[in-house]
């Protein structure tokens, strides 16, 4: 028996009737919170000790490192204008800043991509290596073990984004000077209140790619091989990142779940404006909400015969 079996045979054992209690009929499978946090632990083991997860969560981390060095060697240099670069220059201000430039550059791109591959692979992955054939045998339930791997999803991208937040705040520490942060409003606030406010929003950027999450879940039931379902998805970020870039498409981008990923920006004002960031958690629960009924629709009723 291969690790990954033995894996999901201790889960099945979590899962199983406690001795001595009465034995559940075949077809019944029990639904407990405790049969739950086992699969859900389960989950997490599996995402993170793959050396895919954490071959992607170095580069997430060695990227503000990178940025912090370019914009240190680039002190000095007659570069003026764009609102981009105005962002950029508040890091040589404030080593704190870094984490918000980082995020800024993450998200587009970088963020995603590590979203998608999880994400993708989450059920089409254990389909190929026929692991999933052999779980939904053990009494997880597929309806819990859907629940379990979109949980899981959404702790890697609180981890991704910790992984870019903490890299770049240790970054500009120790390239950047550290006290009073000036937003890109002009206000100016203390470290503490901008540290509150760096944490603020790496924790809207996590919860940003939730609804990616989702929908790489929902590619992710439609096939068996888990390099087409990591691929669809990645490929699917770049194409809606595309029609977003598309003024002609304006009665269309505000729908599209990447438009309102960088409304963090709005927290670093004085006041901050929650508009924008509203509008983007309401726009990810209700991607959440559509491909998740999606997948578990797919899922629940597809035949797993690998």
Known sequence: MSQAELSRAELSQAGAVPVGAVPVRAGRRPQTAAGFLALFRNELHLTFRRMRTKVLLGILAVLPILIGVVVKL??????????????????TQNGLFLVFTALAVALPVFLPMTVGVVAGDSVAGEAATGTLRYL????????????????????????????????????????????????????????????????????????????????GLFVSTLTGSGIAAMAATVGLVVTVQILDAFPQLDAVRPFLFTHYWLSFADLLRQPMYWDGVWKDLGLQAAYVAVFGAAAWSRFTSRDISV
Not at 74 to 91: K, L, M, R, Y
Request: proline share 3%; net charge neutral; aromatic share 6%.
């Open 74 to 91: 680039n002190t000095g240099s007659p570069h003026e204008g764009g609102g981009g670069v105005n962002f950029i220059a508040q890091t």
């Open 136 to 215: 939904l045998v053990a009494p997880a339930g597929r309806t819990r073990l859907l629940a379990a791997k979109f949980t899981a999803g959404l702790v890697f991208c609180l981890a991704a984004t910790v992984a870019v937040a903490a890299a770049a705040l240790a970054t500009g520490a120790a390239l950047f000077p550290l006290g009073e942060v000036t937003l890109i409003s002009g206000d100016t606030i203390g470290f503490g209140d901008a540290l509150l406010r760096a944490v603020l929003v790496a924790g809207v950027v996590a919860a940003s790619l939730a609804g990616l999450v989702a929908i």
